[in-house]
């Protein structure tokens, strides 16, 4: 038997609890967490890819799978976060049997460290700190105080500097807006998070193995009792690891073909159908918002990574052009959500054509629908009454005399002439437009629905129509020829309602001309057909 110095007094020893069970715990959890943080990462990378060149609606399907990985992942992460903190106390309480006397801290802060908040921003790294200080091999074999000033491994400094950096980050993504600086946050803090949890699982098997150790040395020391062998985990890490990998696998599989599964259909999984299907809105349809989501089952060839759509919509019975938008295919389906609302007031249309990676093209079948009426307000004044936009290319700006686009609103009262100066109107410049609301609705009816007022000489007028002062604008009349006035018809566009216009010039003369007039002259935009 050893004779250790008379001056130092054997530890407590018999109170020491192995922490290499725990530790086998803790480091499978933080496996199958390394797992779930794969399928985490790959969900924020494809966020990061649709904000770079996705729509709005493909920005809304990725942040969908990167919630719902994240919710996976969380589950992981209670699960981990458990053990780690039981863990910490058994290791913390270990510090007295090993000779650590004199400890910083109550064994309760083991626990209480990592619950109470700001102070968890450093504490727990003051407990792992100090059970690492207290299982040095170089320490005397038995009770002492010198144990304070032994030095912490430099692993445990990145676990904590990585721990943290990845804590700030998820605070950051959660309080930052969808973007693609967000998202480049987001894919970081993923790899971080990850890096952290590595080093975690280090840390964990290296301390648990210098404190078996140490208390091998002091019962040999003290007692001649054997070593006991200090348990490296090795042989289970490569199983955890392909455990967690394969979890990962499927995850991501889950993930990714969110919506495949179903019988063999067109509007369920199966193979492909060999043009795209419309699945929603069905034809026939009346929605009850101007901003629909639009899917419809991908073609083969035309799946995934091979093709991008194209998303129209038209007015039904004149196929006027009511907006388009392009994505890239989804998993067997593909959906869209267009940027801002659609023409209300109309029977609409919508359909896909689809071009894949070798210039193939395809195309669906079309379909009706219909969004809410247009919200119309009761007025007997049937002309416009307030500015919702308006440009002049700024050349004509510089030359027109009469910029005024308010001049456009109320009752026609145009007047003055070419010597005197002229009063009541507003120049459109070389293809500039005014939009109004007229607050009361247009409908077509027998004949002209709308009348635009022009004043100075007879110069072409294009109208436009829309449900909403953002549009989307559809032709109602090109270059309509308006000497004094002209009447338009909403039938020409196949629109059975309007609410605003916009008026824009179509004598499209070049800016600077000879006049302080030049474009179309607007007096007055008015009403025939109002709505009962």
Not at 34 to 43: D, E
Not at 216 to 225: K, T
Not at 253 to 282: F, I, K, Q, R
Not at 463 to 483: D, I, K, M, Q, T
Request: with cysteine.
């Amino acid at each position: 038997m050893n004779d250790p110095p008379e001056s130092i007094t054997p530890p407590p020893l018999r109170r020491f609890r192995n922490p290499n069970d725990l530790a086998l715990v803790t480091r499978i959890m933080l496996a199958l967490w390394i797992g779930s943080g794969v399928v985490v990462l790959v969900a924020d990378a494809t966020v990061l890819a649709a904000t770079l060149g996705g729509s709005a609606m493909t920005v809304d399907r990725a942040v969908e799978g990167a919630v719902a990985a994240t919710a996976l992942a969380g589950f992981a992460s209670v699960g981990t976060g458990v053990a780690f903190i039981v863990w910490t106390r058994r290791v913390y309480t270990n510090l007295e049997p090993l000779g650590a006397m004199e400890p910083r801290y109550g064994t309760g802060w083991a626990i209480a460290g990592w619950i109470v908040p700001i102070l968890n921003y450093w504490r727990p790294k003051q407990i792992i700190n100090d059970a690492w200080r207290a299982a040095d091999p170089n320490l005397p074999l038995g009770q002492n105080t010198t144990w304070h000033d032994a030095p912490v491994a430099g692993v445990v400094d990145w676990w904590w500097a990585l721990f943290l950096t990845s804590s700030l980050g998820v605070v950051a993504t959660v309080v930052l807006p969808v973007s693609t600086g967000t998202a480049i946050v987001a894919a970081i803090v993923d790899v971080v998070r990850l890096g952290a949890a590595v080093l975690a699982a280090t840390v964990v098997a290296r301390l648990s193995r210098r404190q078996t150790a140490r208390s091998g040395a002091l019962r040999a020391s003290w007692w001649d009792e054997p070593l006991e062998p200090a348990t490296s985990g090795r042989r289970w890490w490569p199983a955890v690891a392909a455990g967690s990998t394969i979890l990962a696998l499927v995850l991501i599989g889950g993930l990714g073909g969110c919506g495949d599964e179903g019988t063999d259909n067109p509007n369920g999984s199966g193979p492909l159908p060999p043009t795209p299907v419309l699945l929603e809105p069905a034809s026939g349809t009346t929605l009850d918002t101007d901003n629909p989501l639009f899917t419809v089952r991908n073609a083969q060839g035309f799946d995934y990574g091979q093709a991008d759509y194209t998303f129209w919509v038209t007015v039904a019975s004149t196929d006027r052009h009511v907006a388009t938008v392009v994505v890239p295919a989804g998993h067997s389906t593909t959906s869209v959500r267009f940027d801002g609302p659609l023409l209300r007031g109309a029977t609409l249309a919508w359909f896909v054509t689809a071009v894949n990676s070798s210039g193939a093209e395809t195309a669906s079948g079309s379909a009706t629908f219909r969004l809410p009426p247009v919200e119309c307000e009761t007025t007997a004044d049937p002309y416009a009454k307030s500015v919702e936009g308006f440009w002049v290319p700024a050349v004509c700006l510089a030359q027109n005399a009469y910029n005024d686009p308010e001049e456009a609103l109320g009752p026609p009262n145009y007047g003055g002439n070419a010597v005197e100066g002229f009063t009541g109107f507003v120049s459109l410049g070389n293809g500039g437009w005014v939009d109004v609301d007229m607050q009361a609705c247009a409908v077509d009816g027998e004949g002209r629905d709308v009348r635009v007022w022009q004043a100075v000489a007879g110069e072409e007028v294009t109208l436009f129509a829309s449900s909403s002062p953002e549009g989307p604008w559809v032709l109602v009349r090109y270059r309509n020829s308006c000497r004094g006035r002209c009447g338009f018809d909403l039938a020409d566009a196949g629109i059975e309602e309007a609410r605003y216009f916009r008026v824009q010039d179509g004598e499209l003369f070049p800016c600077p001309g000879d006049t302080s007039s030049e474009g179309a002259d607007i007096d007055a935009v008015q009403i025939l057909n109002p709505a009962s």
